[in-house]
């Protein structure tokens, strides 16, 4: 699986932006689909997951009730949408699959297939 992230950019905080994910390849091979983000100096942290075939989703407490994620199967793409952004939400986002089926995957080494990473900038 190839996977493309775009939709980053400069936006004040309060504002929105939609993240896109478009995956490639051998699509059925995986089961969640997620996104994480990782601002200078810090770890890479989970963000938001959605299961590919019945898309139930879930979220990470810092962006729950903000953020969405959504996913169109026709276009093999997920969604991140980002409202009531804030400073504290810049970092570079990643999005990226997962194999996991028992549980919901939040740490990054149960994904795989990493895509290229999107900026996303908050000014306050």
């Known amino acids: 699986v190839q996977l493309q992230a775009s939709g980053g950019g400069l936006v004040q905080a309060g504002g929105s932006l939609r993240l896109s994910c478009a995956a490639s390849?051998?699509?059925?091979?995986?089961?969640?689909m997620g996104w994480f983000r990782q601002a200078p100096g810090k770890e890479r942290e989970f963000v938001a997951a959605?299961?590919?075939?019945?898309?139930?989703?879930y979220y990470a407490d810092s962006v729950k009730g903000r953020f969405t994620i959504s996913r169109d199967n026709a276009k093999n793409t997920v969604y991140l949408q980002m409202n009531s952004l804030e400073p504290e939400d810049t970092a570079v986002y990643y999005c990226?699959?997962?194999?996991?089926?028992?549980?919901?995957?939040?740490?990054?080494?149960?994904?795989?297939?990493w895509g290229q990473g999107t900026e996303v900038t908050v000014s306050s």
């Open positions: 990226a699959v997962s194999r996991v089926h028992n549980s919901w995957p939040t740490r990054s080494g149960l994904y795989e297939n």
């Open positions: 390849g051998r699509t059925f091979s995986f089961y969640h």
């Open positions: 959605i299961r590919w075939s019945e898309g139930s989703t």
